[in-house]
């Protein structure tokens, strides 16, 4: 009998800590199950936020509504980066890269003097002119988008920063014209597009509010 009530208690005792590691390891469980729809729930966030529409795609630019309200000293300021390859002066060297004055509206890979790779040759037979798209595209990552091309630059990653660089190179004896704004052509594309609408719509009905009161007072 007694032997009986010992082995419950090691019985008991064993069905205890089986429970107590069992319990710690639901627990864990718990806790680490949180973790992935916390993410799965932030990653959703963020493509929705980008319209849903799929991977890295990039709304177009409206040159015409970014470059006149572009900075170009900030502009400027991140062609630093570009400096120990390029010179940006009227009849500066060429040095790494060719020299950079007047580069938007030229010709890809024409600059006298300057041995291009056969990447940029290639390039140029198909592209006949440095235009605002086409910089936009090649200095977000270079080596991507030109195949074969000696500017072992990794690209600059931010929308804003390019912006701001090719206004920069625009008043460096650019031939181009800025286009005519025409956000329509950027409207459809993407979520941020849409998104900056609303914005103008909303900011639009403020004006609208603002200018209702003068309007009553007026009579
Ligand atoms: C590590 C050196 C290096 C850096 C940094 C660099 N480039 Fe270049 N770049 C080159 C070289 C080399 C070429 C010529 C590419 C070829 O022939 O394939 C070139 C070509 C170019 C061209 C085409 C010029 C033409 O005549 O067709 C443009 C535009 C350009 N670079 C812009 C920039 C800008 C803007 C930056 C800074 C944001 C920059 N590069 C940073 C080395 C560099």
Redesign the pocket.
């Known amino acids: 009998m007694s032997d009986e009530l010992g082995f419950n208690k090691i019985a008991g005792a064993v069905l205890a800590t089986g429970l107590a590691i069992f319990g710690l390891g639901e627990l864990s469980n718990i806790i680490f199950k949180y973790e992935p729809p916390a993410k799965a729930g932030y990653a959703i966030a963020v493509s929705t936020e980008a319209g849903g529409g799929g991977p890295a795609v990039e709304a177009p630019i409206d040159w015409g509504t970014e470059l006149p309200k572009a900075d170009v000293a900030a502009g400027k300021t ?2 630093a ?2 400096q ?3 010179n940006f002066d009227q009849g500066g060297p060429n040095m ?3 020299n ?1 004055y007047g ?1 938007l509206g ?1 010709a ?4 006298p003097g ?1 041995a ?2 056969d ?2 040759k290639a390039f140029g037979a198909k592209q006949p002119v ?1 235009d605002y798209e086409h ?1 936009n595209d ?2 977000t990552a270079p080596q991507k988008y ?1 195949d074969g ?5 990794v690209g ?1 990653k931010q929308r804003q920063d390019r912006i701001n ?1 090719i206004a920069y190179l625009h008043t460096l004896g650019s031939n181009l014209p800025i286009p005519a704004p025409n956000p329509a052509a950027t409207a459809t594309a993407a979520g941020g597009a849409s998104a900056s609408g609303a914005a103008a719509s909303g900011a639009a009905a403020s004006t609208a509010a603002a200018a209702a009161p003068a309007a009553t007072a007026k009579k």
């Open positions: 991140i062609t980066k570009c120990s390859c390029h790494t890269g060719p950079l580069v030229r890809p890979g024409s600059h300057f291009y790779s990447g940029m440095w910089i090649f200095i030109i091309t000696k500017m072992t630059f600059l660089v």
